[in-house]
């Protein structure tokens, strides 16, 4: 990981146009080539972001990020303050907690309640990034990145959306896709999932257990 603070402007161009003025931040630079720009405050999240997987172009005080989807971000540094790598190796990923990982147990013995005619491929399929929960193949044949939460956020939309670009990058996978799964799924991880291309799956944590529901049906 490389980490930079730096005077700098900041200008995304994609989707939409976005503009940080000059001041000074940190950039971080991971080993997956996703970049990032922070603030001292804000909590965890940064102030502007490019994905992987990107090019990272460094001219004379400017740094051009670009991806395949024709999205740029333009870093334009007026002054260096500190810049270091680190080598962090490959992370262990997030532990579950007891839901997660019974959650995870039971869809990868029972695949095909995600969708029918799917089988698994792998538990905890390790990446340099970390481990993607199931990987499995669809019926189609398409590949499958699954990330299971308890409580589905944008954070979880996030962590697939990283997966499954560096999983594109293996020629031996073929075409790859996502699917975000929870027992909730919020409204904003919905909308991510979908600007994302990815698909989204609510789960009945009792159903999947063989328990009975408690909700009074008619049939």
């Known amino acids: 990981m490389r980490l930079v603070i730096a005077r700098c402007q900041v200008d995304y161009a994609g989707r939409l146009t976005a503009h940080l003025p000059m001041a000074e931040r940190l950039i971080m630079v991971k080993a997956d080539g996703c970049v990032a720009i922070h603030a001292d405050g804000g909590a965890y999240k940064p102030l502007n972001w490019m994905n992987a997987p990107n090019t990272l172009v460094e001219d004379d005080g400017r740094w051009t990020v670009t991806n395949p989807k024709g999205e740029t971000l333009t870093i334009t540094i007026e002054r260096v303050v500190s810049d270091s790598a680190w080598e962090l190796g490959v992370d262990p990923g997030l532990q579950k907690d007891g839901v997660e990982a019974h959650l995870q147990v039971l869809l990868?013995?029972?695949?095909?309640?995600?969708?029918?005619?799917?089988?698994?491929?792998?538990?905890?399929?390790?990446?340099?990034?970390?481990p993607v929960d199931l990987l499995c193949r669809a019926a189609d044949g398409t590949t499958v990145a699954v990330e299971i939460k308890r409580r589905g956020e944008i954070d979880g939309v996030e962590q697939l959306t990283r997966y499954v670009d560096f999983l594109r990058r293996d020629p031996r996978l073929g075409e790859v896709r996502g699917l975000f799964v929870a027992q909730q799924v919020k409204p904003q991880a919905r909308v991510l999932a979908a600007d994302r291309g990815l698909g989204w799956l609510e789960v009945d944590y009792d159903e999947l257990r063989g328990i009975e529901s408690n909700v009074l049906r008619l049939f």
Do not use: N, Q, S, W
């Open 108 to 130: 990868a013995e029972r695949p095909g309640a995600l969708e029918e005619g799917m089988t698994l491929i792998r538990r905890e399929h390790l990446t340099d990034i970390g």
